[in-house]
């Protein structure tokens, strides 16, 4: 079963507005990662949280982590029409290494 | 440096047919995961491993076999492919952090289709 629930599903924008993406995780988790997708080619890693900080800042990407609550957000600022892709959370289990669990993604679409 | 590379990037099968998914990294990474991607599903994780010679199953595993004999390669075999099967498949490699595993890496994809 899927360890991150992501919400919303789809998301269609403006170009210049802020898109915020939500993942959800059931079990404790060492770090948790946001990829990126564009149609039709592998995942590429965009930001890594780790389970003891609660923001992270990468350029126009802002990462929230509540481990109380088992969530993170992802905030595209400013977004732009390169930005439309598929955005994937993806958890560090506690005890087990050499694997990540994805969501099930969010896509984004950013019209000029 | 080339990253991941997986190879071929598309197949046709026919049911019963079998094959190998090749998946080479240059990084000297000691963890290399295979996945799936299916619409609406997101990635499934099929087997990984985190050192030559260790390999574990993931959520789907059936129908699936690996080996790791160097630290290099990570080839994913279809036993006996069914249409089940068909499917997006990733290869990645990543690293032991402080705080767990480290970024994936992936490799392209390769898309299969069973007939």
């Known amino acids: 079963s899927q360890q991150g629930e992501e919400d919303p599903q789809a998301l269609s924008i403006q170009e210049g507005e802020n898109a915020t993406m939500n993942c959800s995780y059931k079990?404790?988790?060492?770090?948790l990662q946001w990829y990126r997708q564009n149609s039709g080619r592998g995942l590429v890693h965009l930001i890594l949280?780790?389970?003891?900080?609660r923001e992270k800042h990468s350029g126009r990407l802002r990462v929230t982590l509540d481990t109380s609550k088992k969530s993170s957000s992802l905030l595209i600022t400013a977004s732009r029409a390169a930005d439309t892709a598929s955005y994937f959370c993806?958890?560090?289990?506690?005890?087990?290494?050499?694997?990540?669990?994805f969501g099930q993604g969010t896509i984004l679409t950013v019209h000029p | 440096n080339a990253g991941v590379t997986q190879t071929p990037k598309f197949q046709v099968l026919k049911t019963g047919q079998s094959m190998t998914l090749q998946c080479a990294q240059d990084?000297?990474?000691?963890?290399m995961s295979w996945y799936r991607q299916d619409p609406g599903m997101g990635l499934r994780l099929i087997h990984y491993?985190?050192?030559?010679?260790?390999?574990d199953q993931g959520e789907v595993p059936n129908g699936y076999n690996v080996s790791r004999s160097t630290t290099e390669d990570f080839p994913l075999r279809l036993l006996s492919a069914a249409p089940s099967q068909t499917s997006v498949y990733f290869c990645?490699?990543?690293?032991?952090?402080?705080?767990?595993?480290?970024?994936?890496?992936f490799g392209e994809g390769s898309r299969l289709t069973v007939l």
């Open positions: 491993s985190v050192g030559a010679g260790i390999t």
């Open positions: 993806a958890t560090a289990g506690g005890t087990s290494y050499g694997k990540l669990t």
């Open positions: 079990t404790s988790i060492n770090n």
């Open positions: 990645a490699s990543s690293y032991r952090t402080g705080s767990g595993t480290g970024e994936l890496f």
């Open positions: 949280i780790r389970s003891n900080e």
């Open positions: 990084m000297n990474h000691e963890y």
